[in-house]
Nanobody, 122 residues
Framework: QVQLEESGGGLVQAGGSLRLSCAGSGRTLSTYAMGWFRRAPGKEHEFVGAISWRGNTNYADSVKGRFTISRDNAKNTVYLQMSSLKPADTAVYYC????????????????WGQGTQVTVSS
């Protein structure tokens, strides 16, 4: 079974950038579709973006053009590069591994990390 650990969160001013990492252990991530989701206080999980095992990407409209997902199979790590951050991006960010293509649905992902907090100040 794969274990996932996110890192790279923190406090950043609006307009700034952060790169989140999702490191896998136990199994290689290269055969999984990997998704990023976020959860703001009082809200449900929101799809951010995903990358299929083939490298095809899919993004939420709210982050399209600002966020980029990539994977480094040699490091068994997936990244979420976030730029032009807004206060509305404040949330706990989770990475998840699933067996389907770059799905927007939480139910498509069986393995989840613990999350990393991103706070964007205005």
């Amino acid at each position: 079974q794969v274990q996932l650990e996110e890192s790279g969160g923190g406090l950043v001013q609006a307009g700034g950038s952060l790169r989140l990492s999702c490191a896998g252990s136990g199994r290689t991530l290269s055969t999984y579709a990997m998704g990023w989701f976020r959860r703001a206080p009082g809200k449900e999980h929101e799809f951010v973006g995903a990358i299929s095992w083939r490298g095809n990407t899919n993004y939420a409209d709210s982050v399209k053009g600002r966020f980029t997902i990539s994977r480094d199979n040699a490091k068994n790590t997936v990244y979420l590069q976030m730029s032009s951050l807004k206060p509305a991006d404040t949330a706990v960010y989770y990475c998840a591994a699933g067996s389907r293509s770059a799905s927007t649905q939480t139910s498509a992902y069986a393995h989840w990390g613990q999350g990393t907090q991103v706070t964007v100040s205005s």
